[in-house]
């Protein structure tokens, strides 16, 4: 598979906080899907990018596909305690596989 | 509720055993895919199948094996299980692709710990 590195590894969160998050590849993708998993369960798809430049809202998220086509970030706004988990971007490629992130486990400040 | 189910959440198991792990999904997708979770690494693809009788390896493929008699069916075989395999295995399903939706939807998972 395609080697995709995402940062940060993790993140401590303070209610109200904004946070970000990026992923970078070596090689071009056709779409970039940003997931979200919570413990015990399977990731949830959160936002899909299909154009380089686009840069699409969800409630408080926001997430772009950067315009070389390697790179992609997501944004929480105002982030409350739900938003703990882990987060993966993935890359599709031509074949449709898709390539995962290491994720980036976001975690509540005490 | 339309989705993937997988069966079982937990499994352990001992070296050199065989098991298969199960992945249904109700929404009739052609595409479906067995990935592994291991930390830090993220989620890897075992095998996947583009349609009933179609399989093919994805990255880290050796030690299992997987067919598609079905739709709605792929299930994931371990033929000799090792320490090596212990992990959080997903399945994962995907609609028509001209839909532009190209989301796949993840099972629950099962957690495997191989002793």
């Known amino acids: 598979g395609q080697q995709l590195n995402q940062s940060p590894q993790s993140m401590f969160i303070q209610e109200g906080e904004d946070v970000s998050m990026n992923c970078t590849s070596s090689?071009?993708?056709?779409?970039w899907l940003w997931y979200k998993q919570d413990p015990g369960e399977g990731p949830v798809l959160l936002i899909a990018l299909y154009k380089a430049g686009e840069l699409t809202s969800n409630g408080r998220l926001t997430a772009q596909f950067g315009i070389t086509r390697k790179d992609s970030f997501l944004n929480i706004s105002a982030s409350i305690p739900s938003d703990v988990g882990i987060y993966f971007c993935a890359g599709r490629s031509n074949d449709y596989k898709l390539s995962f992130g290491a994720g980036t486990t976001v975690t509540v400040r005490a | 509720n339309a989705g993937v189910t997988q069966t079982p959440k937990f499994q352990v198991l001992k070296t050199g055993q065989s098991m298969t792990l199960q992945c249904a999904q109700d929404m009739n997708h052609e595409y479906m895919s067995w990935y592994r979770q291991d930390p830090g690494m993220g989620l890897r693809l075992i095998h996947y199948?583009?349609?009933?009788?179609?399989?093919d390896q994805g990255e880290v493929p050796n030690g299992y094996n997987v067919s598609r008699s079905t739709t709605e069916d792929f299930p994931l075989r371990l033929l000799s299980a090792a320490p090596s395999q212990t992990s959080v295995y997903f399945c994962?399903?995907?609609?028509?692709?001209?839909?532009?939706?190209?989301?796949?939807?993840f099972g629950s998972g099962t957690r495997l710990t191989v002793v």
């Open positions: 199948s583009v349609g009933a009788g179609i399989t």
């Open positions: 090689s071009i993708f056709n779409t």
């Open positions: 994962a399903s995907r609609g028509p692709v001209y839909r532009a939706n190209y989301g796949y939807t």
